[in-house]
């Protein structure tokens, strides 16, 4: 079965940076685009973005700066985002969520990643 | 601030029936599939709902969709205590270029 493993939580300072790994298995990781998705605390969902799987190519959502980048590593079947220069809004929980390309829904998720940004 | 904006909270008895609205646009909605998700206190989001009406493997058919025209509605029936979660609408934004999340619902059983 599909499952997306995320990295453990996060305690950073400000101006720090984060790197939270998704690993895929259950599938073939090509299949299926990785979306990230952030969720601050007792806030609602926020799409960040999504890369392609295929080709690599990430998309970013809107507003969301250059501190983001998203990556891969297919042999390894994990999808990374990294924030840098982590200032304390950026707490949240981030979720990894698969998606066929063009699709308009987010199948499977993984467990979510902690991060929390305080001095 | 989501272009999609639920109502914050519906509740009903348990047996009883539940809507959750989601109004858009002809730049979402109107002219895109449409998802719902639920979210149990302190878990994963979980896919309810996709390309408007259809439930994944596993999802009991208490849980329904429907959308006409620019507006989308969850409907639960048979209200269960373990349906007390947060619900999001979420679909495609052309104009946005992004894919966007309802506000969220939470649905509490009396």
């Known amino acids: 079965q599909v499952q997306l493993l995320q990295s453990g939580s996060e305690l950073k300072k400000p101006g720090a940076s984060v790197k939270v790994s998704c690993k895929a298995s259950?599938?073939?990781?090509?299949?299926?685009?990785m979306n990230w998705v952030r969720q601050a605390p007792g806030q609602g969902l926020e799409w960040m973005g999504w890369i392609n799987t295929n080709t690599g190519n990430p998309t970013y959502g809107q507003g969301l700066t250059g501190r983001f980048v998203f990556s891969l590593d297919t042999s390894v079947s994990t999808a990374y985002l990294q924030i840098s220069s982590l200032e304390p809004e950026d707490t949240a929980v981030y979720y990894c969520a698969t998606a066929i390309v063009g699709s308009t829904h987010l199948d499977y998720w993984g467990q979510g990643t902690l991060v929390t940004v305080s001095s | 601030q989501s272009v999609l904006t639920q109502p914050p909270s519906v509740s009903a008895a348990p047996g009883q029936k539940v809507t959750i609205s989601c109004p858009g646009s002809s730049s979402n909605i109107g002219n895109h599939y449409i998802a719902w998700y639920q979210q149990l206190p302190g878990t994963v989001p979980k896919l309810l709902i996709y390309?408007?009406?259809k439930r994944p493997s596993g999802i009991p058919d208490r849980f329904s969709g429907s959308k006409s025209g620019t507006s989308a509605t969850l409907g639960i029936t048979g209200l269960q205590t373990g349906d007390e979660a947060d619900y999001y609408c979420?679909?495609?934004?052309?104009?946005?270029?992004?894919?966007?999340f309802g506000t969220g619902t939470k649905v509490t059983v009396l």
């Open positions: 259950g599938y073939t990781f090509t299949t299926y685009a």
């Open positions: 979420a679909t495609w934004d052309s104009s946005l270029n992004t894919y966007v």
């Open positions: 390309d408007n009406n």
